[in-house]
């Protein structure tokens, strides 16, 4: 989550056409109050139950976690890109998602 706050500007292009959700199964107010402390650019969605995990493959069950995918939606709601899990130590991974971020809003898209 803090590589995504520190490449914020570039990765997400400032959430101009983008929006970021990380989603967790940790508690709401827990949730807030990280993203305040952390100063936490995007938004935080709380999935106590494991519902939206459950839907997208992420939630593991042995462990009562969703795993860290990574899911692309375009603009027409479909999956542009997937990174199932997610290898947040790798700097290619931040290139992919990128590259992913950018063919489906282009950085300047729009902002005008």
Known sequence: MH??????????HDGRNVVLIAISVDAADTLAAWARDDEFQYLFASDTGGVIGKTYGAHN????LNT???YVVGPDGKIAYRAAPFR?????????LGAAIDKIAPKGAGSE
Not at 3 to 12: C, P, S, T
Not at 61 to 64: A, Q, V
Not at 88 to 96: F, G, L, R, V
């Open 88 to 96: 947040e130590i790798d700097p290619t991974s931040y290139k992919e």
């Open 61 to 64: 069950p042995k462990y009562g």
């Open 68 to 70: 860290r995918n990574l």
């Open 3 to 12: 590589a995504y706050r520190d490449q914020y500007a570039q990765l997400f």
